[in-house]
């Protein structure tokens, strides 16, 4: 029988015995060579135009020309333009926002690490609903403040978005800064962590997102919208009229961290330190956070998180020009090398000053150097070089070892560092971001950072102290002597991260559940804050 394949072979035998069959496939073996040959020089055209215009220098009408442009507002709309640019810089915003958005978990691991387990949903319940009630505070009020058409003080335009809503790169401007927002409110929880009414928190996040943290952005950054502050040196500003230049915080290191840090200072003094953390003397007594896993990979995502942070706050991935320190999308690669530089050297100069100090190298405060690294480098991230950035981050981690110990001897009890890290740290890199600078240092610089970060301690400590005495005599700050003792998760929330039916038999979460408890036992009632 017949195979089917040799059927077909015989067709087409028989088919390519006529000459005009012959001459058809010839003419489709030339017509497919030629269009293969056009398809290589079109590519190997499209590979070489580029770097010929790159490396030839041209006049404009010859530019023109070879791109086929009519005019300068023809070439804005190409992708070498800002106008052209425009989708792709919505695209990175947006993904710079989701990795700040991330660095909320960063936070919440970082701080239920360092504290006791008993307190851990908690300290979740609070990263996650100071992001929720700030994002809606936000929206309400607190971008028209501080992007609004402003009257001097603050905006007074764009609530709820009202006048912009056409506007489709001011929905990926407000998610952005929403989220500085939010990290600035949620700096304030580790500080007054395992002490403080749930309640009381809330109330504290919506005020602080809605209000603190916006009007003081007003003055720094609100020319970057609609307003414009004072710190920005406008004509005739006070900054102009003494002769100085504008504020320099490219990414927050005061307008974010400072502001927050400041009120977590304000929030520890009004609490008070936790049961059993000082002795009869005064001394300071260890209370273990239950899990450095759990902070170590907070601080990892908050690292992550800070690529967005610093990077993202160039408003963009395109713009004109190719100087690495121009500030625009274009920068974004030297400000993310500034930005690890400083972090890593942050982490090496916390664990070898308490390497050298204990004779240990503490893994809590390496982790607070990497964090007082990458806060210090935020204002100066655009406008250091990378030598630069590691020396910003050493010093940091030296400073934060030094100013934990200072607020302990003060008997300001800040269980993360939250003060030392963002307050302090954050002040210092304003500061480099003058003393570092890559044109030099100049005087009259690093007069504008002192004017600025002492006006945001002025600011946030003034104004979140009024509010937290105000909270304390209305709804109650701190839980009661007996709901700290239990722990904020069973007495605030009616659940434990860790119940007792999968703890049992670990020693390691029983020390941290009783470790307060026994100190408190120890102590004289008096002696107990």
Not at 115 to 144: E, H, P, Q, Y
Not at 279 to 301: E, N
């Amino acid at each position: 029988m017949t195979s089917p394949l040799m059927t077909k072979a015989s067709w087409l035998t028989a088919w390519f015995a006529h000459a005009w069959a012959r001459r058809v496939c010839g003419a489709l073996i030339v017509c497919f060579s030629l269009v293969l040959a056009s398809g290589l020089t079109r590519t190997a055209f499209a590979e070489e135009a580029p770097r010929a215009l790159a490396t030839e220098k041209l006049t404009w009408e010859q530019y023109r020309d070879k791109l086929g442009l009519e005019s300068v507002a023809a070439l804005e709309n190409t992708p070498l333009g800002n106008t052209g640019g425009y989708p792709v810089n919505y695209v990175w915003i947006v993904i710079a926002s989701a990795l700040v958005f991330f660095m909320q978990a960063g936070f919440a691991l970082v701080e239920s690490g360092f504290t006791r387990s008993k307190n851990a949903v908690n300290i979740l319940m609070k990263n996650m609903l100071d992001f929720c009630m700030g994002t809606v505070a936000f929206w309400l009020m607190g971008f028209a403040l501080m992007f609004g058409e402003t009257n001097g003080v603050f905006g007074y335009t764009g609530f709820m978005l009202s006048g912009y809503e056409h506007d489709t790169w001011t929905y990926a401007f407000l998610l952005f800064q929403t989220v500085f927002a939010a990290t600035s409110a949620t700096i304030v929880s580790g500080a007054m962590a395992e002490r403080t009414k749930f309640a009381a928190y809330l109330v504290y996040s919506v005020v602080i997102s809605a209000l603190i943290y916006p009007i003081f952005g007003s003055w720094a950054w609100g020319g970057l919208f609609k307003g414009g502050g004072w710190l920005e040196a406008p004509e005739g500003g006070f900054l102009a009229t003494m002769g100085l230049p504008p504020f320099i915080d490219f990414a927050g290191s005061t307008v974010v961290h400072s502001i927050g840090g400041w009120a977590a200072l304000a929030g520890a003094i009004a609490l008070g330190p936790r049961l059993g953390k000082y002795d009869k003397s005064g001394a300071p007594l260890p209370i273990r956070g239950h899990s450095m896993a759990l902070a170590t990979l907070g601080v990892f995502i908050l690292w992550i998180g800070w690529f967005g942070f610093n990077p993202g706050s160039t408003g963009g991935a395109t713009g004109s020009g190719n100087d690495p320190w121009s500030g625009s999308g274009k920068a974004l690669g030297l400000i993310a090398v500034t930005t690890n530089m400083s972090g890593c050297c942050g982490m090496m100069g916390g664990m070898f000053t308490t390497w050298y100090l204990t004779k240990k190298p503490d893994i809590g405060m390496s982790l607070n150097g990497a964090l007082a690294g990458l806060v210090a480098v935020t204002a100066g991230c655009a406008t250091v070089t990378p030598a630069s950035a590691a020396l910003i981050g050493l010093s940091a981690g030296v400073l934060v070892v030094f100013a934990v110990q200072f607020f302990d001897k003060l008997q300001i009890d800040d269980p993360v560092g939250a003060v030392s890290v963002h307050a302090v740290c954050g002040t210092w890199g304003t500061l480099c971001a003058a003393i570092f600078h890559k044109d030099g240092f100049s005087s009259a610089q690093l007069a504008t950072q002192a004017i600025g970060s002492a006006t945001a301690f002025a600011w946030s400590f003034g104004t979140t102290s009024v509010l937290f005495r105000v909270i304390k005599a209305t709804v109650g700050l701190r839980v009661t002597k007996e709901e700290e003792i239990e722990g904020l998760d069973l007495a605030e929330h009616g659940n434990e991260a860790y119940p007792v039916d999968v703890t049992a038999g670990s020693p390691v979460l029983a020390f941290s559940q009783d470790a307060s408890e026994g100190a408190v036992l120890a102590l004289d009632k008096g002696s107990a804050r």
